[in-house]
Protein backbone atom coordinates (compact mmCIF):
# COMPACT_ATOMS: atom_id res chain seq x y z
CA UNK A 1 0.00 0.00 0.00
CA UNK A 2 1.20 3.32 0.68
CA UNK A 3 1.38 6.08 3.41
CA UNK A 4 -2.04 7.48 3.35
CA UNK A 5 -3.46 3.94 3.25
CA UNK A 6 -1.41 1.91 6.04
CA UNK A 7 -2.58 -1.66 6.48
CA UNK A 8 -1.56 -4.02 9.49
CA UNK A 9 -2.06 -7.79 9.60
CA UNK A 10 -2.94 -10.20 13.09
CA UNK A 11 -4.23 -13.32 13.30
CA UNK A 12 -7.15 -13.17 11.23
CA UNK A 13 -8.00 -9.50 10.81
CA UNK A 14 -6.80 -6.62 9.13
CA UNK A 15 -6.77 -3.31 9.87
CA UNK A 16 -6.85 -0.26 7.54
CA UNK A 17 -6.22 3.36 8.56
CA UNK A 18 -6.83 6.10 6.23
CA UNK A 19 -3.74 8.35 7.07
CA UNK A 20 -4.34 11.66 5.45
CA UNK A 21 -5.20 13.88 9.01
CA UNK A 22 -4.14 16.75 7.32
CA UNK A 23 -6.90 16.37 4.81
CA UNK A 24 -9.75 14.82 7.44
CA UNK A 25 -8.57 11.20 5.33
CA UNK A 26 -10.05 12.71 2.46
CA UNK A 27 -9.58 9.61 0.12
CA UNK A 28 -7.25 9.94 -3.09
CA UNK A 29 -7.41 7.83 -6.50
CA UNK A 30 -4.34 6.17 -5.01
CA UNK A 31 -6.05 4.98 -1.66
CA UNK A 32 -9.15 4.10 -3.45
CA UNK A 33 -7.08 1.84 -5.64
CA UNK A 34 -5.46 0.19 -2.94
CA UNK A 35 -8.35 -0.59 -1.20
CA UNK A 36 -9.59 -2.23 -4.33
CA UNK A 37 -6.17 -4.38 -4.10
CA UNK A 38 -6.72 -5.63 -0.74
CA UNK A 39 -10.42 -6.20 -1.52
CA UNK A 40 -9.10 -8.47 -4.84
CA UNK A 41 -7.02 -9.97 -2.34
CA UNK A 42 -9.07 -10.41 0.67
CA UNK A 43 -12.36 -12.00 -1.06
CA UNK A 44 -10.47 -15.55 -1.62
CA UNK A 45 -8.32 -15.31 1.37
CA UNK A 46 -10.28 -17.23 4.19
CA UNK A 47 -7.48 -16.69 6.90
CA UNK A 48 -8.88 -13.16 7.43
CA UNK A 49 -12.44 -13.37 9.22
CA UNK A 50 -12.25 -9.45 10.15
CA UNK A 51 -11.64 -5.90 8.20
CA UNK A 52 -11.61 -2.91 10.41
CA UNK A 53 -11.46 0.14 8.28
CA UNK A 54 -10.67 3.50 10.57
CA UNK A 55 -9.20 6.80 10.20
CA UNK A 56 -6.08 8.09 11.73
CA UNK A 57 -6.02 11.77 13.74
CA UNK A 58 -9.61 11.28 15.79
CA UNK A 59 -11.40 14.26 14.11
CA UNK A 60 -12.35 12.09 10.87
CA UNK A 61 -13.43 8.74 9.68
CA UNK A 62 -12.89 10.61 6.44
CA UNK A 63 -14.15 13.05 4.78
CA UNK A 64 -15.27 12.69 1.01
CA UNK A 65 -12.98 12.42 -1.79
CA UNK A 66 -9.92 14.46 -2.61
CA UNK A 67 -11.76 16.73 -5.37
CA UNK A 68 -9.19 17.20 -7.66
CA UNK A 69 -9.07 13.76 -8.66
CA UNK A 70 -12.60 14.88 -9.91
CA UNK A 71 -10.73 17.36 -11.86
CA UNK A 72 -7.97 14.96 -13.67
CA UNK A 73 -10.89 12.25 -14.97
CA UNK A 74 -14.09 11.66 -16.46
CA UNK A 75 -16.13 12.26 -13.17
CA UNK A 76 -18.88 9.78 -14.17
CA UNK A 77 -16.12 7.29 -15.10
CA UNK A 78 -14.33 8.02 -11.47
CA UNK A 79 -17.72 8.02 -9.82
CA UNK A 80 -18.50 4.56 -11.19
CA UNK A 81 -14.88 3.17 -10.33
CA UNK A 82 -15.40 4.11 -6.79
CA UNK A 83 -19.26 2.40 -6.80
CA UNK A 84 -17.38 -0.85 -8.01
CA UNK A 85 -14.75 -0.70 -5.49
CA UNK A 86 -17.38 -0.13 -2.74
CA UNK A 87 -19.63 -3.18 -4.48
CA UNK A 88 -16.33 -4.86 -3.51
CA UNK A 89 -15.90 -4.17 -0.25
CA UNK A 90 -19.88 -4.71 0.61
CA UNK A 91 -19.36 -8.20 -1.02
CA UNK A 92 -16.61 -9.86 0.92
CA UNK A 93 -17.04 -12.67 3.09
CA UNK A 94 -14.96 -11.06 6.02
CA UNK A 95 -17.19 -9.16 8.62
CA UNK A 96 -16.04 -5.31 7.98
CA UNK A 97 -16.25 -3.03 10.86
CA UNK A 98 -16.35 0.98 10.23
CA UNK A 99 -14.51 2.42 13.79
CA UNK A 100 -15.90 6.22 12.94
CA UNK A 101 -13.90 8.92 15.42
CA UNK A 102 -15.25 12.44 13.82
CA UNK A 103 -16.37 13.08 10.48
CA UNK A 104 -17.87 10.49 8.22
CA UNK A 105 -19.42 12.09 5.29
CA UNK A 106 -19.18 12.25 1.51
CA UNK A 107 -17.10 9.21 0.28
CA UNK A 108 -16.42 8.51 3.61
CA UNK A 109 -19.56 7.04 4.44
CA UNK A 110 -19.99 5.56 1.31
CA UNK A 111 -17.35 3.30 2.78
CA UNK A 112 -19.16 3.13 6.09
CA UNK A 113 -22.23 2.04 4.82
CA UNK A 114 -20.73 -0.57 2.44
CA UNK A 115 -19.68 -2.30 5.89
CA UNK A 116 -20.88 -4.53 7.80
CA UNK A 117 -20.95 -3.11 11.55
CA UNK A 118 -20.28 0.67 12.30
CA UNK A 119 -19.39 2.03 16.02
CA UNK A 120 -18.75 5.11 16.64
CA UNK A 121 -17.34 7.93 19.10
CA UNK A 122 -20.13 10.59 20.78
CA UNK A 123 -18.82 13.47 18.95
CA UNK A 124 -19.15 11.83 15.39
CA UNK A 125 -21.05 12.62 12.24
CA UNK A 126 -22.56 11.59 9.28
CA UNK A 127 -23.83 13.24 5.93
CA UNK A 128 -23.73 13.78 2.29
CA UNK A 129 -23.71 18.07 2.20
CA UNK A 130 -22.86 17.88 -1.35
CA UNK A 131 -26.09 19.91 -1.89
CA UNK A 132 -24.07 22.83 0.00
CA UNK A 133 -20.47 21.84 -1.05
CA UNK A 134 -20.26 20.42 -4.63
CA UNK A 135 -23.48 20.43 -6.50
CA UNK A 136 -23.05 16.70 -7.64
CA UNK A 137 -24.91 13.60 -7.32
CA UNK A 138 -24.37 10.20 -5.89
CA UNK A 139 -24.78 6.94 -8.08
CA UNK A 140 -27.92 5.67 -6.89
CA UNK A 141 -26.42 2.40 -5.60
CA UNK A 142 -25.03 4.36 -2.55
CA UNK A 143 -28.36 6.40 -2.07
CA UNK A 144 -29.97 3.17 -1.72
CA UNK A 145 -27.06 1.51 0.64
CA UNK A 146 -27.47 5.05 2.65
CA UNK A 147 -31.23 4.52 3.14
CA UNK A 148 -30.87 1.03 4.34
CA UNK A 149 -28.51 1.93 6.82
CA UNK A 150 -29.93 5.14 8.08
CA UNK A 151 -33.66 4.77 7.04
CA UNK A 152 -35.18 6.65 4.33
CA UNK A 153 -36.07 9.71 6.65
CA UNK A 154 -32.48 10.68 7.63
CA UNK A 155 -30.96 9.50 4.58
CA UNK A 156 -33.78 12.15 2.86
CA UNK A 157 -32.54 15.05 5.69
CA UNK A 158 -28.66 14.09 4.58
CA UNK A 159 -29.00 14.59 0.93
CA UNK A 160 -31.98 16.90 0.79
CA UNK A 161 -31.73 19.26 3.86
CA UNK A 162 -27.83 18.53 3.45
CA UNK A 163 -27.73 17.78 6.65
CA UNK A 164 -25.27 15.83 9.26
CA UNK A 165 -26.47 13.49 11.47
CA UNK A 166 -24.70 12.91 14.84
CA UNK A 167 -23.48 9.45 16.46
CA UNK A 168 -26.56 9.19 18.87
CA UNK A 169 -29.10 9.58 16.65
CA UNK A 170 -27.45 7.19 14.04
CA UNK A 171 -27.55 4.80 16.85
CA UNK A 172 -31.19 5.19 17.52
CA UNK A 173 -31.41 4.01 14.32
CA UNK A 174 -29.64 1.36 14.30
CA UNK A 175 -27.06 2.57 11.72
CA UNK A 176 -24.29 2.46 14.93
CA UNK A 177 -23.95 -0.49 16.88
CA UNK A 178 -22.31 1.13 19.70
CA UNK A 179 -21.36 5.03 20.56
CA UNK A 180 -18.55 5.22 23.14
CA UNK A 181 -17.20 8.57 24.26
CA UNK A 182 -14.00 9.27 23.02
CA UNK A 183 -10.90 7.53 20.81
CA UNK A 184 -9.74 5.61 23.97
CA UNK A 185 -12.92 3.87 24.29
CA UNK A 186 -13.48 3.61 20.45
CA UNK A 187 -10.16 1.23 20.70
CA UNK A 188 -11.19 -0.95 23.99
CA UNK A 189 -14.99 -1.41 21.91
CA UNK A 190 -13.38 -2.35 18.76
CA UNK A 191 -10.84 -4.93 20.69
CA UNK A 192 -13.95 -6.47 22.35
CA UNK A 193 -16.01 -6.70 18.57
CA UNK A 194 -12.80 -8.25 17.38
CA UNK A 195 -12.37 -10.69 19.69
CA UNK A 196 -16.26 -11.76 19.95
CA UNK A 197 -16.24 -11.50 15.70
CA UNK A 198 -12.95 -14.18 16.12
CA UNK A 199 -15.14 -16.79 18.31
CA UNK A 200 -18.12 -17.15 15.43
CA UNK A 201 -18.67 -19.79 13.47
CA UNK A 202 -16.93 -18.43 9.70
CA UNK A 203 -19.49 -21.00 8.18
CA UNK A 204 -22.80 -19.12 9.43
CA UNK A 205 -20.89 -15.71 8.70
CA UNK A 206 -20.32 -16.82 5.41
CA UNK A 207 -24.06 -17.90 4.65
CA UNK A 208 -25.64 -14.83 5.90
CA UNK A 209 -23.34 -12.11 4.27
CA UNK A 210 -24.17 -13.98 0.81
CA UNK A 211 -27.81 -13.96 1.90
CA UNK A 212 -27.70 -10.43 2.86
CA UNK A 213 -25.83 -9.39 -0.29
CA UNK A 214 -28.26 -11.03 -2.37
CA UNK A 215 -31.11 -9.15 -0.98
CA UNK A 216 -29.20 -6.07 -1.16
CA UNK A 217 -28.45 -6.55 -5.26
CA UNK A 218 -31.84 -6.74 -5.95
CA UNK A 219 -33.18 -3.74 -3.74
CA UNK A 220 -30.55 -1.16 -4.45
CA UNK A 221 -29.56 -1.57 -7.75
CA UNK A 222 -28.95 1.52 -9.56
CA UNK A 223 -31.67 2.56 -12.19
CA UNK A 224 -30.88 2.42 -15.87
CA UNK A 225 -30.62 5.63 -16.60
CA UNK A 226 -27.98 6.42 -13.55
CA UNK A 227 -25.02 6.81 -15.89
CA UNK A 228 -26.92 9.40 -18.14
CA UNK A 229 -28.16 11.43 -15.09
CA UNK A 230 -24.93 11.47 -13.59
CA UNK A 231 -22.78 12.83 -16.29
CA UNK A 232 -25.56 16.11 -16.87
CA UNK A 233 -25.12 16.63 -13.41
CA UNK A 234 -20.95 16.21 -13.65
CA UNK A 235 -21.01 18.67 -16.91
CA UNK A 236 -23.69 21.14 -15.76
CA UNK A 237 -22.84 24.66 -14.54
CA UNK A 238 -23.70 23.41 -10.29
CA UNK A 239 -21.08 21.04 -10.30
CA UNK A 240 -18.16 23.66 -11.79
CA UNK A 241 -19.22 26.08 -9.28
CA UNK A 242 -18.83 24.34 -6.61
CA UNK A 243 -15.15 22.82 -7.86
CA UNK A 244 -14.49 26.22 -8.30
CA UNK A 245 -15.97 27.97 -5.03
CA UNK A 246 -14.06 24.46 -3.12
CA UNK A 247 -10.83 25.12 -4.24
CA UNK A 248 -10.98 28.62 -3.40
CA UNK A 249 -12.59 28.21 -0.20
CA UNK A 250 -15.58 30.32 -1.21
CA UNK A 251 -18.52 29.48 -0.39
CA UNK A 252 -20.87 28.51 -3.80
CA UNK A 253 -23.21 30.18 -5.76
CA UNK A 254 -25.32 27.70 -7.24
CA UNK A 255 -28.04 28.66 -10.15
CA UNK A 256 -31.69 28.34 -9.70
CA UNK A 257 -33.31 25.41 -11.94
Not at 14 to 33: C, G, I, K, L, W
Request: net charge negative; proline share 3%.
Amino acid sequence: MNEELQVRRTDGVVEVTFNRPQRHNAFTRDMYAGMRELCEELRADTSVRVLVLRGEGGRAFAAGNEISDFLEADAVAYEDWIRELLEMLHALPQVTVAAVSGVCVGGGLAVATHCDLRIATAGSRFGYPIARTLGNALAGSIVYRCASVFGESLTREMLLASRLVDAERAYAVGAVMSVVADVEELDTELNTLVEGLLALSPVTVRATKHQLLDRSRRLEASPDNDAEMLREVYTGPDFAEGVRAFLAKEKPAFGRP
